[in-house]
């Protein structure tokens, strides 16, 4: 699994978890939600940027964004 998926998974994964839309995340993080979605499928790489961006809408470390799955 590359980094790109281990982002899509968990993203998704943390998302769902705090039971929030694609289009709920978007206005938190000023990230459109066609961007979040393409993020969650693995079709985009994640800038550094949009990264803290999902991140600090989220309310996690960054790293658990990249994290690998034990």
């Known amino acids: 699994m ?3 998926e281990v ?3 968990n993203l998704r994964r943390i998302r769902h ?5 694609q289009e709920e ?11 979040i979605g ?12 949009v990264l803290g961006q999902l991140s600090e809408g989220l309310g996690v470390d960054p790293c658990e964004l ?4 034990r």
């Open 2 to 4: 590359d980094l790109k």
């Open 66 to 69: 990249l994290a690998r799955p």
């Open 7 to 9: 982002m899509a998974v």
């Open 17 to 21: 978890g705090m039971k929030l839309t």
């Open 25 to 35: 995340l978007a206005h938190r993080t000023g990230v459109s939600v066609r961007h």
């Open 38 to 49: 393409k993020i969650e499928r693995a079709t985009v790489s994640a800038s550094v940027t």
